[in-house]
């Protein structure tokens, strides 16, 4: 009910098998179907084009291997109506209070005006990078080429679809991975930096600071006073 009147919202919930359980009337009008059409217990090969199915699932494994949230992916989609469009995904592992996995919480929003075209494949590569890969430095330069875009043309796209200039979308995927270690509480500072991409911890505590309000330290600390709280599972900090 939530995002029932939101137009350009597309609000699903999968169970561990990829089969819907619920999802929003969006679903079917971008599918063509009627209100009334029976789509629960359905999976995505068998409601969606070949080309978006096999991207959908792929990253519901991500999240479902991984038990980790898979944020901000730049997808291909079918528009209400069934017109060719893009969209920013979100997806959730849905877990019990005692840790067990259930399913996927997925929310897409569209985005207006942005044309699909024969370099599909290549934009979503690009931008994967950024979000699944984002311990490697890639400069910016290598994500246009891989994109098959100039570097202009690439970054004004990435800040128009994500608000912000490839270096700080990027800066901020490497704090949120940043985050998942720090509240692991097993490794320590410099080896968490390195491995997410920063250069040096001093440099990582930076950016840390900036833009989650604390230091790698506190964060570590304040979550494992949470946890002793038993606080349920956390939301990543991504401060516009």
Same mark, same amino acid.
């Given at each position: 009910?939530?995002?029932?009147?939101?137009?350009?919202?597309?609000?699903?919930? !999968?169970?561990?098998?990829?089969?819907?359980?619920?999802?929003?009337?969006? *679903?079917?009008?971008?599918?063509?179907?009627?209100?009334?059409?029976?789509?629960?217990?359905?999976?995505?090969?068998?409601?969606?084009?070949?080309?978006?199915?096999?991207?959908?699932?792929?990253?519901?494994?991500?999240?479902?291997?991984?038990?980790?949230?898979?944020?901000?992916?730049?997808?291909?989609?079918?528009?209400?109506?069934?017109?060719?469009?893009?969209?920013?995904?979100? !997806?959730?592992?849905?877990? @019990?209070?005692?840790?067990?996995?259930?399913?996927?919480?997925?929310?897409?929003?569209?985005?207006?005006?942005?044309?699909?075209?024969?370099?599909?494949?290549?934009?979503?590569?690009?931008?994967?990078?950024?979000?699944?890969?984002?311990?490697?430095?890639? @400069?910016?330069?290598?994500?246009?080429?891989?994109?098959?875009?100039?570097?202009?043309?690439?970054?004004?796209?990435?800040?128009?679809?994500?608000?912000?200039?490839?270096?700080?979308?990027?800066?901020?995927?490497?704090?949120?991975?940043?985050?998942?270690?720090?509240?692991?509480?097993?490794?320590?500072?410099?080896?968490?930096? *390195?491995?997410?991409?920063?250069?040096?911890?001093?440099?990582? @505590?930076?950016?840390?600071?900036?833009?989650?309000?604390?230091?790698?330290?506190?964060?570590?600390?304040?979550?494992?006073?949470?946890?002793?709280? @038993?606080?349920?599972?956390?939301?990543?900090?991504?401060?516009?």
């Amino acid at each position: 009910m939530l995002f029932e009147g939101l137009a350009g919202f597309l609000f699903v919930v !999968k169970d561990r098998a990829g089969r819907y359980v619920s999802f929003n009337a969006s *679903l079917l009008q971008r599918l063509g179907l009627p209100q009334d059409a029976s789509l629960r217990g359905r999976t995505v090969t068998e409601l969606w084009p070949d080309a978006l199915s096999s991207r959908y699932m792929a990253q519901d494994e991500w999240v479902l291997s991984r038990r980790s949230p898979l944020l901000y992916q730049l997808d291909p989609i079918l528009l209400p109506g069934g017109g060719a469009g893009w969209c920013v995904t979100h !997806k959730y592992p849905l877990c @019990s209070a005692g840790g067990q996995l259930h399913g996927i919480l997925c929310l897409s929003k569209d985005v207006p005006g942005l044309r699909r075209d024969a370099g599909d494949a290549a934009l979503v590569e690009a931008v994967d990078a950024m979000t699944k890969t984002c311990e490697r430095r890639h @400069s910016v330069a290598q994500l246009a080429s891989m994109a098959g875009l100039s570097q202009a043309r690439f970054s004004a796209l990435v800040r128009r679809v994500f608000g912000m200039s490839p270096q700080e979308f990027i800066v901020r995927h490497r704090v949120r991975a940043a985050c998942a270690l720090l509240r692991q509480d097993g490794e320590s500072l410099m080896d968490v930096a *390195l491995g997410c991409g920063f250069y040096d911890q001093a440099q990582f @505590s930076r950016q840390f600071r900036r833009v989650v309000g604390m230091a790698p330290s506190a964060y570590r600390r304040q979550w494992a006073v949470q946890t002793a709280a @038993s606080t349920p599972w956390p939301w990543e900090p991504w401060v516009h």
